[in-house]
């Protein structure tokens, strides 16, 4: 008999480590011997896992889940102690680094919101449920689309639409997951809300708020546990001035802590995203301290700035085409208040 299996030798090698990934694995930058190619690798110790058949889980729903907001993945191998996921290498890195790097305007937070949505809407099409939705899970590609990346606890779901997962940790989790172990799309309809958030807020305010629930250097749990499934964290109730109430709107269903209120696909999610419009969508926020600046690029080429300082003094600058900047007088104040800031942001 013809046999067809073969077994062939992959080579590449280890560069740099870029981090850890969950609480099993490590991420490296590596260089394909074959293929002269720079791409990234995944590593796993089968020792984490207790059942062999779950060694190239991940790996077979990456190639499940093909689609062009889902980051790829060119092949999986093993050796002795690890098992390796090689996938291309995303030199724009991820959405957490540009959050944390600089400031997003809400047309791009709309932009890459839907990309993400789309990647998510296929998953979810598949009967899969991704289970780590997240900035640092979202990653970006040479045309600065964005990508939904790491299957490790992604989970198939039975035909009523359940799936379990006993490995949810971390400042993501939705309330459900306090009481009941079997989870539907919108468990990740919840992380995907977190992460719209964290766009609009910023990561430092929404680690700050994290970290009130951090006493002696733990979580405290309880007290952890009784604000998420209250929807008290993280808090809705205070947006930069330049987001729109239709976006804060979205984020708000994404995040309700009643099932029966919250989106029940990334499609319905879309399809308010795209709605969204008006005079705001190309401001951003940027902070130097305790000063914040909102900036826009202006499609006739023009540039706006308001700057305010801790005491709530502002100075709001316009520049033309050709370089020449004035103040704004009616806008530059000693007080200025939420109110005329976000009448300065609609006006200009």
């Known amino acids: 008999m013809l046999n067809t299996t073969r077994t062939a030798e992959l080579s590449f090698h280890i560069r740099h480590e870029i981090g850890l990934e969950g609480k099993n694995s490590t991420v490296f930058t590596a260089t394909d011997l074959q293929l002269n190619a720079e791409i990234v690798v995944k590593k796993m110790l089968k020792s984490d896992f207790s059942d062999v058949n779950e060694y190239f889980k991940e790996a077979s729903l990456l190639h ?125 309809i919840y992380q995907f809300g977190l992460t719209l958030h964290r766009m609009c807020v910023g990561d430092d305010i929404f680690y700050a708020e994290y970290a009130t629930f951090i006493e002696g250097g733990d979580l405290n749990r309880h007290r952890f546990r009784h604000a998420v499934v209250n929807g008290q964290f993280p808090n809705k109730n205070d947006y930069p001035e330049h987001i729109p109430q239709a976006l804060i709107n979205t984020i708000k269903k994404c995040l309700a802590t009643d099932l029966k209120e919250r989106y029940v696909s990334a499609v319905d999610v879309v399809n308010d995203l795209s709605s969204i419009d008006g005079e705001l969508l190309d401001w951003s926020l940027s902070y130097d301290g305790a000063n914040r600046t909102w900036h826009k690029n202006a499609t006739d080429g023009r540039v706006f700035d308001l700057v305010v300082d801790e005491n709530g003094s502002s100075e709001a600058r316009k520049t033309s085409a050709g370089g020449n900047t004035q103040r704004i007088t009616e806008y530059c104040k000693p007080q200025i208040n939420r109110s005329e800031i976000k009448r300065f942001l609609r006006r200009y």
């Open 64 to 188: 499940l889940s093909s689609h062009p907001n889902v980051v790829p993945i060119y092949y999986a191998c093993q050796d002795d102690d690890h098992i390796f996921l090689a996938m291309p290498y995303f030199e724009l890195g991820s959405l957490k680094k540009r959050i944390r790097e600089s400031p997003i305007s809400v047309r791009e937070i709309i932009i890459w919101s839907t990309q993400v949505l789309s990647g998510l809407h296929n998953i979810h099409s598949k009967r899969l449920i991704h289970f780590d939705v997240k900035p640092d899970n979202i990653l970006f590609s040479k045309r600065g689309e964005a990508l939904l990346s790491d299957f490790g606890l992604t989970k198939q779901t039975t035909f009523s639409g359940v799936a379990g997962q006993d490995r949810i940790y971390g400042n993501m989790v939705p309330p459900e997951a306090f009481s009941t172990q079997n989870f539907n799309n919108q468990f990740d």
